[in-house]
């Protein structure tokens, strides 16, 4: 009993001293299951060398190889860390450049809006100033009236043509033909035309006495006097303020002898024109033919005649017959050193250098040359090949009058076109050669007329007034006997 005490505390003894170097090891084995392993120094050995196995060596080859690719990947994540820091720095800079060059665009546009905000305040500002003066004008009273009595001498630096017994006589603006038809030997100086805009001049009213005259309706007299002006259309557009109508006074197939034609005539590429059936459907506005003219017309003058439009071409001399039913041109030609495009024009301006007309004797034309300074010149033309078939020079200063038209051979002139009561204050006579004054009454009721032609269908005046399109009746002399 005593000897089994002895082992036992002796045990604990040898059990105490060797938990100080004894070491326990957990891991597991080749299959996966846990294995311990419970280790105590030997107390005859004081070290033994470690061998290890060849797990341990694989173990700690992979440990440095798990360290190595662990030092290489962090290296790369700085790196790569370092490269993305780096591109978003650019692209910062870029969109920062490109914001602050949209706001200097922003600032700039917004400036211009502002400048072009100030010139349409300004534009604004200054039709008003001018809408405020055409009504100051509107409402002033006319100047008194001075009259005026155009000389009845012809001038000293022309002579009139008259007319020889047998033959006609040739003009003396013609005496030898040239490449374009025209046969005269006089040149004209350069002629620059000026602004394609729209040409408005201003005119002086002028009285003159009134002849004695048989007032008769019959036959082909003298003017007696001008009816009141009868309103049968207002044009709809800025287009319609001047334009031409006329009647065909010896209309052809396919148009009735009742067709009215018009032309708005303001714009640089005037080529409509209009037909219409009769003078109701003129006043309703409905057009039963509309043609393109192949070349732009200029101004107020055209007429029509046996079938044909003629006008003058815009920016030049040249005078165009246009076939209405084959719808093409049928004659060209220049009228020889006829003024055109602002140089001789009526007193109203509109480019209305060349003014053509139809009466009982034909086709006329009204204009003005540089050797006739500024006079009015007439001229009979053939209505077939535009030739200038007997010229006539006047004494009265074509840009001094408002209008002209021509009745019976008789040139007739008036001297306002804005004036509500003006007169017609000239007549020349192509069968005398010989001009006087006269004082017939004469009305502009819409306060700008830019064209009056002679109506042989109907024996009537045409106007255009002020975008409405005016006829007036007419009282004609008894015609006096050779």
Same mark, same amino acid.
């Given at each position: 009993?005593?000897? *089994?005490?002895?082992?036992?505390?002796?045990?604990?003894?040898?059990?105490?001293?060797?938990?100080?170097?004894?070491?326990?090891?957990?891991?597991?084995?080749? /299959?996966?299951?846990?294995?311990?392993?419970?280790?105590?120094?030997?107390?005859?050995?004081?070290?033994?060398?470690?061998?290890?196995? $060849?797990?341990?060596?694989?173990?700690?080859?992979?440990?440095? &190889? &798990?360290?190595?690719?662990?030092?290489?990947?962090? =290296?790369?994540?700085?790196?790569?860390?370092?490269?993305?820091?780096?591109?978003?720095?650019?692209?910062?800079?870029?969109?920062?450049?490109?914001?602050?060059?949209?706001?200097?665009?922003?600032?700039?546009?917004?400036?211009?809006?502002?400048?072009?905000?100030?010139?349409?305040?300004?534009?604004?500002?200054? #039709?008003?100033? #001018?809408?405020?003066?055409?009504?100051?004008?509107?409402?002033?009273?006319?100047? @008194?009236?001075?009259?005026?009595?155009?000389?009845?001498?012809?001038?000293?630096?022309?002579?009139?043509?008259?007319?020889?017994?047998?033959?006609?006589?040739?003009?003396?603006?013609?005496?030898?033909?040239?490449?374009?038809?025209? !046969?005269?030997?006089?040149?004209? !100086?350069?002629?620059?035309?000026?602004? @394609?805009?729209?040409?408005?001049?201003?005119?002086?009213?002028?009285?003159?006495?009134?002849?004695?005259?048989?007032?008769?309706?019959?036959?082909?007299?003298?003017?007696?006097?001008?009816?009141? $002006?009868?309103?049968?259309?207002?044009?709809?557009?800025?287009?319609?303020?001047?334009?031409?109508?006329?009647?065909?006074?010896?209309?052809? %197939?396919?148009?009735?002898?009742? #067709?009215?034609?018009?032309?708005?005539?303001?714009?640089?590429?005037?080529?409509?024109?209009?037909?219409?059936?009769?003078?109701?459907? &003129?006043?309703?506005?409905?057009?039963?033919?509309?043609?393109?003219? $192949?070349?732009?017309?200029? /101004?107020?003058?055209?007429?029509?005649?046996?079938?044909?439009?003629?006008?003058?071409?815009?920016?030049?001399?040249?005078?165009?017959?246009?076939?209405?039913?084959?719808?093409?041109?049928?004659?060209?030609?220049? %009228? @020889?050193?006829?003024?055109?495009?602002?140089?001789? $024009?009526?007193?109203?301006?509109?480019?209305?250098?060349?003014?053509?007309?139809?009466?009982?004797?034909?086709?006329?034309?009204?204009?003005?040359?540089?050797?006739?300074?500024?006079?009015? +010149?007439? /001229?009979? %033309?053939?209505?077939?090949? *535009?030739?200038?078939?007997?010229?006539?020079?006047?004494?009265?200063?074509?840009?001094?009058?408002?209008?002209?038209?021509?009745?019976?051979?008789?040139?007739?002139? +008036?001297?306002?076109?804005?004036?509500?009561?003006?007169?017609?204050?000239?007549?020349?006579?192509?069968?005398?050669?010989?001009?006087?004054?006269?004082?017939?009454?004469?009305?502009?009721?819409?306060?700008?007329? !830019?064209?009056?032609?002679?109506?042989?269908?109907?024996?009537? %005046?045409? !106007?255009?007034?002020?975008?409405?399109?005016?006829?007036?009746?007419?009282?004609? =002399?008894?015609?006096?006997?050779?």
């Amino acid at each position: 009993m005593f000897l *089994l005490l002895l082992l036992s505390v002796c045990s604990l003894v040898l059990r105490g001293d060797a938990q100080d170097r004894a070491s326990l090891w957990r891991g597991n084995d080749r /299959s996966g299951r846990c294995h311990y392993t419970f280790t105590v120094p030997s107390p005859a050995e004081a070290s033994c060398p470690q061998v290890e196995s $060849p797990e341990v060596e694989g173990l700690k080859a992979r440990l440095s &190889l &798990l360290e190595v690719m662990v030092s290489q990947l962090s =290296g790369k994540g700085s790196q790569s860390q370092g490269g993305q820091q780096g591109v978003g720095t650019r692209a910062q800079a870029e969109l920062q450049e490109a914001l602050n060059r949209a706001l200097r665009e922003r600032n700039l546009m917004q400036g211009e809006k502002e400048r072009l905000e100030r010139e349409l305040e300004g534009l604004h500002l200054r #039709m008003e100033e #001018m809408r405020r003066e055409t009504e100051r004008l509107r409402s002033r009273p006319c100047p @008194p009236q001075t009259p005026v009595v155009p000389p009845s001498t012809p001038r000293q630096d022309r002579t009139p043509i008259r007319a020889g017994s047998g033959s006609s006589q040739i003009s003396h603006l013609m005496t030898r033909p040239n490449q374009q038809g025209d !046969s005269s030997r006089l040149r004209d !100086s350069a002629w620059q035309h000026g602004s @394609p805009g729209f040409q408005e001049l201003k005119a002086e009213v002028t009285e003159v006495p009134a002849p004695d005259g048989n007032e008769d309706n019959t036959g082909c007299g003298e003017l007696v006097s001008v009816g009141e $002006p009868v309103t049968h259309r207002k044009a709809e557009n800025i287009e319609g303020k001047y334009g031409v109508w006329m009647q065909d006074p010896e209309g052809v %197939l396919p148009y009735g002898a009742n #067709m009215i034609w018009r032309i708005n005539t303001i714009g640089t590429e005037v080529r409509q024109l209009f037909g219409y059936e009769d003078m109701e459907q &003129l006043s309703k506005g409905f057009p039963s033919k509309v043609l393109l003219l $192949p070349d732009p017309l200029e /101004s107020t003058g055209a007429t029509l005649y046996r079938g044909s439009l003629y006008y003058q071409r815009r920016l030049s001399r040249s005078l165009i017959r246009y076939d209405l039913a084959a719808e093409h041109v049928a004659a060209r030609r220049e %009228l @020889p050193h006829a003024g055109f495009h602002g140089q001789f $024009p009526y007193s109203w301006g509109g480019y209305t250098d060349i003014d053509l007309s139809v009466d009982e004797k034909g086709l006329w034309a009204v204009y003005s040359t540089n050797k006739a300074q500024g006079a009015i +010149v007439i /001229s009979q %033309l053939d209505p077939n090949s *535009l030739e200038v078939k007997k010229s006539w020079e006047t004494n009265i200063r074509k840009s001094s009058v408002a209008n002209s038209f021509i009745i019976c051979g008789k040139l007739y002139t +008036v001297a306002s076109y804005a004036a509500p009561d003006t007169i017609i204050n000239y007549v020349y006579d192509t069968e005398t050669n010989q001009g006087k004054a006269i004082s017939i009454p004469f009305k502009n009721k819409y306060g700008y007329n !830019s064209m009056i032609d002679y109506n042989v269908a109907q024996r009537k %005046l045409f !106007s255009w007034d002020n975008f409405h399109i005016v006829s007036y009746d007419l009282r004609l =002399g008894r015609q006096q006997a050779n």
